[in-house]
Every structure is written in C-alpha cells, then in structure tokens.
C-alpha cells in the first residue's frame, strides 16, 4: 500500500510514497501529512477468524492488511515488545464498571500511559529501518508529560538513532519528570528548558523546519525526523487495540459478535480517535465514536457546530494536561478521508492562515455521522473519579472526562468502550484530591496516599525512579537549545 499526501502534490514532491518513506519523513506537501492510499475492508468474516486470537496474532494480520514494506521479521520483533506489558498474554484488559460501561486500559506498558501502546513497536520499526538504509536519524521530541518517556524508553539503546527530549522545566508532574532525568542511555538527551510547553514546542518546529540546522547534521552525517503523533508509524499501531477491545466483550459474553458499541475516546492530538475511525472503516461495528475533551473543548466546537475557530481560544491548563491542546493535528486525517485533498488544503490553510475555517452543513451532517463529542471540567472530573473510585474503578483524570460523553452523548443504549490513556500513577496529586480531599500534595505523598486509600501497591516501575540515580541534568534557556544539541551529537 502506498501513502499520499492530505493536501495535494507539489509538483515537486513524490505523490506517493511507500509506508517507510511516509514515517521517515512524515510531512508532505503544501505542510500536509501522508495517509493510506485506502483503508483495507475486512468485513465482519475477519472478527470471526480473530474471536479468540491473541494481542499479537491479531496485530499482524491488521498490519499485514495494509501490506507495508516492513520485514516480517521486523514486525515479529516490533509485537514482541508487548511481551513487556504487565500481562504479556493480554497487554490490554478490557474491564466492566458498570452495565454499559466497559473501560480498555492502554496503559500497561514500561512507561504507564498509552503513549507506549504505538511508540514502544514504532521505534523498533524506526531504528531497523535507518539500520537497513544505513542511515542515522536523530529524532527531536518536546513533551508536556507523557510522550518524552515514551520515546525515551523505546529508542534507548537502539542502532541509528540518537534522541533529543526536551520538557518544560517545571510544567510536568514529578513522575513524568523523574521518568525523563533518570534515563541514561548514550543515545539519550534529556533537556530542560524554561518556559512552558508552547516555548518548548516552537523551539522544536524551528528546528525543524530551520534549513541550516538540517544542512549542519547533513555534514555529520545525519538525518532529521520527529516521533510525533502525526507520524503514521504511529497511527497503525492504534487501529489494532480497537479491535482487540470489542472482541474481548465478545470475549466476555458482554455483545454478540456484529453487535454495535461506542467507542469513548479522551482526545488531544485525535490519534487514538483516529485508530477508532480506521477500525470502524475496516471492520468494527461501531454505533458512534464519543469524543471527550477538557475544558480546551475545540474538538466540542467542531463536532458539534462544524467550526475550527482558534482565534479567541487560549490553551488553558486543566487536571488532564495530555488533552491541553487546541492544534489537533489528526483531525486533518478525517478532513482527507471525508472531502477530499483539494478540500483539506483550502480548510487546512484557512486555519493556517486564518485561525478559523467552517465546514458546510453538508460537511457537519458526514462529521456528525460517525462522531459526538462532549468536555468535561476539572470539577466535573474529580467528581467522576471519586464516584467510580467509590463503586470499586480506580481511574486518572484523562480517563474521566470520557464519563461526562457518556453520559450526555449516547443516544442508544449500547454497550460502551471508554479508553483509559494512563494508570493512576502519572497523575496521583488530581487523584489524591479526587478521593481524599488533598489538596497540592506532591507526587510521592500522593502516591502512597492513594495506595493507603484503595488498598493497593504502588507498581514498581513507579516507586523505584523516587530512588533511581538522575543521570539527565540539563536545564537551559530556549535560546541554547540548538547548541546544546549540536554539542551532544
Ligand atoms: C496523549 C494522551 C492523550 C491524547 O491522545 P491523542 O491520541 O493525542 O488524542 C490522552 N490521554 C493521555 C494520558 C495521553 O498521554
């Protein structure tokens, strides 16, 4: 299958490009991303031949429906690492909370939060690929929390590939942190940097984009690429758990196979959205994708009224600060798949140029189709987490504000898969409060605090970096970054 670009062609850019071009260098022309040429249909026949297959036997056969130009032997590798999650035979426990609720945890891979669901096989995939071109990359990151750990941990170690992880000194949780700093692979860099998240991604989209810094490594022999969520290295590796989940309420007795569910989504950068839509288009029955959000509720506005309208919208910081994102970039995915490469661009540029654009009622009525899409306050979602910690469901804030779309969005009642994006773990202080009534305890208080309260251990991967050696301490200010990382490779 090949990959073609969401906003037309240059004229001077290939038109399409293979599956391991397209993750190399995952941005096309005219600044768009690369998507499938199509989305395999597989029919109710493949969930059939799946029922009762495992996490892995059911990966390669989605994989293989798309038919990349990745070695098998590579991908056997890549689907191995899920041997790593807590349960190698099931990697993603589907749990019931209540009648129709049912909860699908991404979170139980090395870094406890469902980044590692895409990025833990996608380094694999990414490092074996420079290996067989001979190639070096050095992949840049910028993370508010969870995606700097996550990439820190799958390319550590690896062949061809070098990475520089930058973090807004003091914007992410003790956790997220310590997980960054205690990390002490050679191919590592880990760099603080003052400011908040916006200083940090903006230094990152320079470099970039920044010709005489890509002409430098050039000379060193090195290439530039970025492990972001655009990247469809990804975004393959999200269709799978989809899929996974409604068969495990099969599994369960909970649906017949070919009945219908919702699937509820905590969305940011809509990737894990995204996987929802492609599974749903490949094969699974699903009623309506519910989108949750925070009080950054663009996604709200969207899907409800048709409009992207950034003009008088400020990211304001919530207690699910994985979701404190108005840009979301996937969304230009569903755009291409809908309207059209012509279409994509004129809205695409529009909001580029603009910060707005509107769809046409035509457009809204497809959208609404297939999505709803509801926000959920700070207030409304501590009162989720206390209420269902009461009934017996520990959850993160992330994972709560899925509960306000489920409650206002569903329109059948049908049985429901809410995504849970990270373990209690990565965000104990809002959960500490929640629950016990807390207020600003630090990560460690509040993780033994929590433990205390529902009668359960802190896992050790956590409990462990309170202790580990801190191996990363660079903290510097945004102008520095460039020689920082020029000095490092
Ligand atoms: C990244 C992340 C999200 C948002 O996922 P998208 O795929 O960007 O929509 C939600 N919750 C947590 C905990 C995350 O780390």
């Keep these: 299958m090949n990959f073609i670009e969401t906003r037309g062609n240059d004229g001077q850019r290939p038109a ?25 249909e597989l029919g109710p026949a493949f969930l059939s031949k799946h029922l009762n297959s495992s996490y892995k036997v059911l990966a390669k056969d989605i994989l293989s429906a798309f038919n990349i130009d990745i070695d098998h032997d590579v991908i056997d590798q890549a689907l191995n690492l899920y041997d790593k999650f807590d349960d190698p035979n099931n990697p993603v426990p589907v749990i019931k909370v209540s009648d129709d609720l049912y909860v699908s945890e991404l979170y139980h891979g090395p870094t ?52 520089v992880c930058m973090y807004p000194d003091g914007g992410t949780s003790d956790v997220q942190r310590l997980q960054m700093v205690t990390e002490d692979a050679a191919n590592l860099k880990v760099l603080g940097v003052v400011g908040d998240f916006d200083d940090t991604q903006s230094a990152l989209k320079r470099l970039l984009g920044s010709d005489e810094f ?36 099969v599994r369960q007795n909970a649906i ?13 950068n809509f990737g894990n959205a995204l996987g929802g839509y ?10 309506k994708i519910l989108i949750a959000s925070n009080n950054n509720n663009i996604l709200t506005q969207f899907i409800n009224e048709g409009r992207y309208d950034l003009r008088e919208m400020a990211v304001t910081p919530t207690t699910s600060p994985a979701m404190d994102i108005l840009k979301s970039s996937n969304i230009e995915r569903i ?65 709560a504000t899925c509960f306000k779309a489920y ?8 049985k429901t898969i809410v995504y849970s994006t990270a373990e209690w773990t990565k965000f104990s202080p809002v959960i500490d409060n929640a629950i016990n009534g807390e ?15 529902a009668g359960i251990e802190i896992p050790s991967m956590i409990d462990e970096l309170f202790t580990k050696k801190i191996t990363q301490q660079t903290v510097i200010e945004k102008d520095k970054i460039e020689a920082e990382i020029l000095n490092f490779i």
């Design 278 to 287: 492609y599974a749903m288009k490949m094969c699974l029955p699903v009623e």
């Design 439 to 453: 207020i600003d305890t630090q990560d460690q208080q509040a993780l033994k605090a929590i433990a205390k309260t």
């Design 256 to 268: 017949e196979a070919g009945e219908k569910v919702y699937l509820n989504v905590p969305s940011g």
């Design 407 to 414: 409650q206002t969005c569903r329109e059948k009642d049908l």
């Design 112 to 163: 406890r939060a469902f980044k590692d669901m895409a990025l833990q096989p996608f380094g694999l995939v990414l490092s074996s690929l420079a290996q067989k071109r001979n190639e070096n990359y050095l992949i840049l990151a910028a993370t508010s929390g969870d995606t700097g750990p996550a990439a820190l941990e799958t390319f550590k170690n690896r062949s061809n590939v070098q990475v």
């Design 335 to 399: 755009l291409f798949d809908l309207f059209g490469a012509a279409r994509t661009k004129e809205l695409m540029q529009q909001l580029d140029n603009e910060h707005h654009y509107q769809l046409t009622d035509a457009e809204l009525g497809s959208i609404q189709k297939i999505f709803s899409a509801d926000f959920c306050n700070d207030d409304e979602g501590k009162r989720f987490i206390k209420d269902t910690f009461e009934k017996g469901y520990l959850m993160d804030p992330h994972t």
């Design 16 to 40: 399409e490009v293979s599956f391991s071009e397209a993750i190399l260098s995952p941005i096309s022309s005219f600044g768009g991303i690369y998507s499938p040429d199509s989305i395999p």
């Design 214 to 249: 890509k002409q430098t490594l050039k000379n060193k022999n090195i290439q530039l690429s970025a492990a972001n969520s655009v990247n469809f290295g990804r975004i393959i590796f999200q269709i799978i758990y989809h899929v996974h989940s409604y068969l495990e309420l």
